[in-house]
């Protein structure tokens, strides 16, 4: 009986150890991010902190959008914008409310100096030198991983240049569970 309450308690330390690093690992990354942009609202922000005063909300499952009103009511999406969305961090069921992405097509906004109209390549090469793992690529899009930070772009077809990016945060729950 001792044996299986000193394993339980080993396993659950080693729980708790591995993932207070990896939470570690994320702030890191997300820090290097944030001073090497030039976001309105950094990522990974406390919810409360941000001032949405007058933004556009776009609501969803799970997640709420919000746009600088400067962008218009995006009636046409091909026109730039920059939406910050907000989820639950770092549980999507027990966290509390953060900027967990960035949406980026306003070419003024830049990850790392590169922004839309940028070559894809240069930024895909720029990315793993950075430690990121390309995981998923195609014709017009490449997504990028480092733990649990994500930065994904779009790119066009034919001229290979940046149309969009994205950095965020993926906050799966518990259980594994993403949402």
Not at 31 to 58: C, H, K, Q, T, Y
Not at 76 to 86: G, R
Not at 111 to 126: D, K, L, R
């Given at each position: 009986?001792k044996?299986?309450l000193?394993?339980?308690?080993?396993?659950?330390i080693?729980?708790?150890?591995?993932?207070?690093?990896?939470?570690?690992?994320?702030?890191?990354?997300?820090?290097?991010?944030?001073?090497n942009?030039n976001?309105e609202?950094?990522?990974?922000?406390?919810?409360?902190?941000?001032?949405?005063?007058?933004?556009i909300?776009?609501?969803g499952?799970?997640i709420?959008?919000?746009?600088?009103?400067?962008?218009?009511?995006?009636?046409?999406?091909?026109?730039?914008y920059?939406?910050y969305?907000?989820?639950?961090?770092p549980?999507?069921?027990?966290?509390?409310?953060?900027i967990?992405?960035?949406?980026?097509?306003?070419?003024?906004i830049?990850?790392?100096g590169y922004?839309?109209?940028?070559?894809?390549?240069?930024f895909?090469?720029f990315l793993?030198?950075?430690?990121?793992?390309e995981?998923?690529?195609?014709?017009?899009?490449?997504k990028f991983?480092?733990?649990?930070v994500?930065?994904?772009?779009?790119l066009?077809?034919?001229?290979?240049?940046?149309?969009?990016?994205?950095?965020?945060?993926?906050?799966?729950?518990?259980?594994g569970?993403?949402f």
């Amino acid at each position: 009986m001792k044996i299986k309450l000193a394993l339980v308690s080993l396993m659950v330390i080693m729980l708790f150890s591995f993932s207070g690093c990896k939470s570690i690992r994320t702030q890191k990354t997300v820090d290097d991010i944030n001073e090497n942009s030039n976001f309105e609202i950094a990522l990974l922000m406390p919810a409360e902190e941000a001032d949405f005063e007058g933004f556009i909300v776009r609501p969803g499952f799970g997640i709420t959008g919000y746009i600088d009103p400067k962008y218009g009511e995006l009636e046409d999406e091909a026109n730039p914008y920059v939406q910050y969305d907000v989820t639950s961090y770092p549980d999507v069921l027990m966290g509390e409310s953060h900027i967990t992405g960035i949406r980026i097509t306003d070419p003024a906004i830049h990850i790392y100096g590169y922004s839309v109209g940028n070559n894809g390549a240069e930024f895909s090469s720029f990315l793993e030198k950075k430690g990121f793992d390309e995981f998923s690529s195609s014709l017009t899009y490449m997504k990028f991983k480092k733990g649990k930070v994500w930065i994904r772009f779009g790119l066009d077809n034919e001229t290979q240049t940046i149309n969009s990016l994205y950095a965020g945060v993926d906050s799966t729950n518990h259980c594994g569970v993403i949402f």
